[in-house]
C-alpha cells in the first residue's frame, strides 16, 4: 500500500510546508514519500506478514534500506550504526562519509560513519565508553528507548506522558540511565512490552520490530495530516 500524506511536505527540520499556500506549519520533521511499492523484489516479506505494511512504511519514506536487493532482512537483529543511521534518515539530515569521530571504531567511509558523528554531536548517542561505539553491536530496547528520547528533544517532538505507565515486572533489570525513557516511550505507545508484563530492556530488537517503533512514532508524532 502506499502512503500518502495530503496538503504538506516535509522541509527537513525547517518545517511542514503546505503545498497548497506554502505556509510552514510546524518544526517538526514529516518522512518524505516516494513513488512505487518497495516490497516488490523482497522474498522475506511474505504478503501475509504482521509486519509488511510496516515494512512498506519505512522503506517508502526512505528510512529503511533492504539487507540487499531481495531481502529486508525482518528477523535479523537492528545494530546500533543501523538505529543511528534511521535517525539520521528520519532527521533528513545530509552527512559526510569521509569523516573522523570521536570514537576509534568507527571508521571512514562507512554507510554510518556521518550519522554516527551526527547523532553524537547533537546530544543523541553516547558510545560504549568513551572511545568505543561499538557500532556492529546489537541495540538493546532501553538503548532504542533511550536514543528516540533524546531524538525528540533535538527535533523539537513533545511526547505524550499523559497515560498510565505500565508496571513491567523487569522494571528493575532496567538501566539508570533509560528507566525514565523507557517508561515515557511505553507511555507515549512508541515501544510497547515483551508479554507477560514484562519490558525486556536488554533484549535486542529485530529489524522488523525497530521498524514498528519507528512507524509509531512517525504516525503518532511526526505525521501531521
Not at 4 to 30: A, F, Q
Not at 34 to 56: F, H, Q
Request: proline content about 4%; aromatic content about 8%; overall charge neutral.
Amino acid at each position: 500500500e502506499k502512503l500518502r500524506l495530503p496538503r504538506t511536505y516535509c522541509t527537513g527540520l525547517n518545517g511542514i510546508m503546505c503545498t497548497e499556500c506554502g505556509e510552514l506549519l510546524k518544526s517538526k520533521v514529516l518522512p518524505k514519500l516516494e513513488e512505487g511499492s518497495p516490497l516488490d523484489n523482497l522474498l522475506d516479506v511474505p504478503d501475509k506478514a504482521w509486519y509488511r505494511e510496516t515494512v512498506a512504511f519505512v522503506m517508502n519514506n526512505d528510512l529503511f534500506n533492504g539487507v540487499d536487493e531481495i531481502s529486508f532482512g525482518p528477523d535479523k537483529n537492528m545494530t546500533r550504526a543501523m538505529f543511528v543511521t534511521v535517525l539520521g534518515r528520519l532527521a533528513g539530515v545530509e552527512v559526510d562519509n569521509n569523516v573522523k569521530t570521536a570514537f576509534t571504531d568507527i571508521k571512514k567511509n562507512q554507510y554510518y560513519t556521518g550519522y554516527v558523528k551526527w547523532a553524537a554531536e547533537n546530544g543523541i548517542v553516547n558510545g560504549v565508553s568513551s572511545t568505543k561505539f561499538a557500532p556492529n553491536a546489537d541495540i538493546t530496547r532501553e538503548q532504542i528507548c533511550t536514543m528516540i528520547v533524546r531524538y525528540c528533544k533535538y527535533a523539537e517532538v513533545e511526547l505524550d506522558s499523559s497515560a498510565d505507565p505500565a508496571l513491567f515486572r523487569d522494571a528493575d533489570a532496567i538501566s539508570k540511565y533509560a528507566f525514565e525513557s523507557v517508561l515515557l516511550c511505553n507511555k507515549a505507545g512508541i515501544v510497547k512490552g515483551r508479554g507477560n508484563n514484562t519490558f525486556a530492556p536488554k533484549a535486542n530488537a529485530t529489524r522488523a520490530e525497530v521498524a514498528q517503533v519507528l512507524k509509531n512514532l512517525c504516525l503518532g508524532y511526526l505525521v501531521v495530516e
